[in-house]
């Protein structure tokens, strides 16, 4: 008789949809584009699905043990999946409570001067840096922003 049981592939399917889910949110730090928020959607779907793949995997191996087999592995894919859909409803919340950055620099703007401490000690001012070399060539400085809200 256990050999004639099929294999419960929903819990395989719940954790390939929310490897999917954590690459396509992942995706949002790589790629910007008009639209990204397709992107968005598409996660919080895969995720979703993922879920209900996990429910169907667990009631497959519990309410239909006789046909289907896997009472190990649907509720660890489950809990898994179920993981993924919370930990990005969490994001989504938190992201949305975040102030607007109305005043952040855009792309391409020149940033105002500034004076700083380099890692020696040393006053070094962003005028200071930008100065041309001695032959003449031009020279760049790349600033990095860290939004942080604490």
Not at 35 to 61: S, T
Not at 80 to 105: D, H, N
Request: a positive charge.
């Amino acid at each position: 008789m256990n050999g004639d049981r099929k294999k419960n592939r929903a819990p395989l399917a719940a954790f390939l949809l929310a490897l999917a889910a954590i690459g396509a949110s992942a995706s949002f730090f790589f790629v910007s584009f008009r639209g990204e928020i397709v992107l968005q959607w598409l996660a919080l779907l895969l995720a979703l699905a993922g879920l209900i793949w996990g429910v169907v995997g667990v009631r497959r191996a519990y309410g239909q043990s006789q046909i289907y087999g896997g009472k190990v592995t649907a509720p660890i894919f489950a809990v898994i999946a179920l993981l993924v859909l919370g930990l990005m409803g969490f994001g989504w919340k938190s992201a949305r409570q975040l102030p607007a950055s109305t005043g952040a620099p855009q792309v391409g703007q020149k940033a105002p001067d500034f004076t700083l401490s380099d890692s020696n000690g040393q006053q070094v001012s962003l005028a200071q840096l930008l100065q041309p070399a001695a032959g003449g060539a031009p020279k760049a400085v790349l600033l990095i922003f860290y939004r942080g809200y604490w």
